[in-house]
């Protein structure tokens, strides 16, 4: 039911940064947890990070301190501040709206590349 679009994605050297961006159709995105999820090539797609409604956050011990969720409910738009970034971080990273009841809505992805 709602759109999901992300950016931002690209080809980064290690120790470089990129910014992602989520920004989602519907005039009630702002009571919604939104969250990003990453996937590398064969393995299992992992959660990378949440914010809910009230700004509250949660991160995966492998990016706490190096990436940072946010969002601007007025432009129905979250995004994903990745900083230090690393080889292990290339990715196709997800950007997810979670409803009452479980049920979430997916973007296309942004295929992030970390270069050594």
């Known amino acids: 039911q709602v759109q999901l679009v992300e950016s931002g994605g690209g080809l980064v050297q290690a120790g470089g940064s990129l910014r992602l961006s989520c920004a989602a159709s519907?005039?009630?995105?702002?009571?919604?947890?939104m969250g990003w999820y990453r996937q590398a090539p064969g393995k299992q797609r992992d959660l990378v990070a949440t914010i809910t409604s009230g700004a509250s956050t949660n991160y995966a011990d492998s990016v706490k301190g190096r990436f940072t969720i946010s969002r601007d409910n007025a432009k129905n738009t979250v995004y994903l501040q990745m900083n230090s970034l690393k080889p292990e971080d290339t990715a196709v990273y997800y950007c997810?709206?979670?409803?009452?009841?479980?049920?979430?809505?997916w973007g296309k992805g942004t295929l992030v590349t970390v270069s050594s």
């Open positions: 997810t709206i979670r409803y009452p009841g479980g049920m979430n809505d």
């Open positions: 519907g005039s009630i995105f702002r009571i919604y947890t």
